[in-house]
């Protein structure tokens, strides 16, 4: 069965630094997305991206927030300056159709600021 | 007042029981998902509902659109059921998620 795949699966960082968590979504999905969980919180929802766009973000996606799908293969988020509180469990997943079809998920790239 | 909203918080049953997770939303929706979550973190997408029901092996999913309400059923509950349950509902262009059910079935 097709897969989403993240990398790395596990990632520490200075505070300061930028990260680049990395995904690749299914191949012929269109609709590609990042959503983040806190340790013990819920999941929240990012960016969603189609067309090499951002069709919708959330408030929690500031200026120090980015993605790009650079080759036509991956999928970045790119965190400019991290913050403590950007610990968290970052997801990616994709979709054929806007998620009316359903979503495939990543397994997630655990980020520590220290 | 979250926009999605799971009850119970938390559920523990004995292997065999049937188990129902609730969810009700208050904006309005084109699909509603049911995601597991694994104890290591993974996320899986159970069901996508947009009307009436759904059923893959043992679990059911219902929603009630007028009602804003979708219910989860596992039949014959097993111990490899024990993960968090997540509702999901897509509003526009994202998605809001419940803070999840945490269900522990025990042998």
């Known amino acids: 069965e097709p897969e989403v795949t993240q990398t790395p699966s596990h990632q520490v960082t200075q505070m300061g630094q930028e990260v680049i968590l990395r995904c690749v979504p299914i191949s012929n999905h269109l609709y590609f997305y990042w959503y983040r969980q806190i340790l013990g919180q819920k999941v929240e929802f990012l960016v969603s991206?189609?067309?090499?766009?951002?069709?919708?973000k959330s408030e929690i996606f500031d200026d120090q927030f980015s993605v790009e799908r650079p080759d036509g293969s991956n999928f970045t988020l790119k965190i400019r300056s991290t913050k403590l509180e950007d610990s968290a469990m970052y997801f990616c997943?994709?979709?054929?159709?806007?998620?009316?079809?359903?979503?495939?998920f990543g397994s997630g790239t655990r980020l520590t600021v220290v | 007042k979250n926009e999605v909203e799971q009850s119970p918080q938390n559920l523990t049953a004995q292997e065999g029981e049937f188990i129902t997770i609730n969810c009700s939303y208050s904006?309005?929706?084109?699909?509603l998902h049911w995601l597991q979550q694994h104890p290591g973190g993974g996320i899986v997408s159970l069901f996508m509902l947009s009307s009436g029901k759904k059923k893959h092996g043992r679990l059911i999913a219902t929603i009630n659109i007028q009602e804003k309400h979708s219910s989860l059923h596992i039949t014959a509950s097993h111990p490899r059921d024990s993960a968090v349950y997540i509702c999901?509902?897509?509003?526009?262009?994202?998605?809001?998620f419940g803070a999840g059910t945490r269900l522990t079935v025990k042998p």
């Open positions: 904006v309005g929706i084109s699909a």
């Open positions: 997943a994709s979709s054929s159709d806007h998620g009316v079809g359903g979503y495939t």
């Open positions: 991206f189609y067309n090499n766009e951002i069709s919708e």
């Open positions: 999901a509902v897509l509003n526009n262009n994202d998605m809001r």
